[in-house]
């Protein structure tokens, strides 16, 4: 399997850097890569910084990393410079101290997997993906201290946050390069149902024509109708006429009113 990490060590520090997807192919049936992971986390002792930037990938691979990141015996620092998306959260959520850049960004969402069979196998993954949320909030749990409820309907709607809401939210402890201040802006959070019902409401929306009404009114109908019913003597009158005259008498008389 192709590393989707880096270690950078000097004689002071040891820094690990997760820059792209989080394994290539999952470590669900792998007992290499994380073995060879693991032992490269563990070949020295001393703190750590784990710079990440990624859109996410396999969920077991990062559950692997954060547990044997939380197991490390040094203090490990997390430092999020451009996205921790996904499953790349929650490897974030493995850091001592979790630091965000002021221009990156979180996003936290339901696992997701493919499947094909029949209708036990799909019953069967949407078990197995009930059970991996549950993992997954356990550790957004016990950074955040927000409750599992309300997590959970953030993962439902696949939420962004800000570096500061991130703060805010506990799911990160500082911005980095931020000068120490008291009061700090408002950092901000959005889901994709509420950009989606933000841009419909903003979509010119089309105002029903006013109903014109067609025909003629009642009383001029009823009116005309009386018009049309000939005397006795009116249709004497017409037929004693030859047959094309009757015609024209007809449609000039009560057809063209």
């Known amino acids: 399997m192709k590393k989707f990490w880096n270690w950078v060590e000097t004689e002071e520090t040891r820094t690990l ?22 032992a490269e986390l563990t070949v020295s002792q001393g703190d750590i910084s784990v710079w990440l930037n990624s859109p996410g990938g396999d969920v077991f691979a990062a559950s692997q990393i954060y547990t044997m990141l939380k197991e490390y015996t040094g203090k490990v620092t997390v430092q999020i ?40 196998d799909f019953q069967g993954a949407i078990k197995m993906l009930g ?16 409750s599992r409820a309300k997590l959970s309907n953030m993962m439902d709607a696949e939420t962004w946050f800000s570096a500061q809401k991130a703060v805010e939210l506990g799911f990160a402890d500082k911005i980095l390069y931020a000068p120490e201040q008291g009061e ?7 889901d994709k149902s509420t950009v989606t019902n933000a841009l419909l409401r903003k979509l010119p929306k089309d105002k029903p024509e006013p109903i014109v ?14 018009l049309l019913k000939p005397s006795t003597r009116e249709y004497q009158g017409i037929f004693r006429q030859p047959p094309k005259r009757q015609w024209t008498v007809i449609r000039r008389r009560y057809i063209n009113l």
């Open 17 to 38: 850097y997760f820059d792209g997807y989080i394994a290539q192919d999952s470590w669900f049936d792998d007992d290499i890569t994380p073995k060879k992971f693991k």
């Open 81 to 120: 410079d451009g996205l921790a998306a996904s499953a790349a959260s929650v490897i974030a959520m493995a850091g001592d101290e979790v630091l965000m850049s002021p221009v990156a960004m979180m996003m936290i969402h339901n696992p997701a997997t493919m499947m094909f069979g029949e209708a036990a």
């Open 131 to 146: 059970e991996v949320k549950e993992g997954i909030l356990n550790a957004y749990e016990q950074r955040t201290g927000i």
């Open 184 to 190: 700090a802006a408002e950092g901000f959070i959005f």
């Open 213 to 226: 009404p067609v025909g003629m009114p009642h009383k001029e109908l009823l009116t005309r109708l009386q």
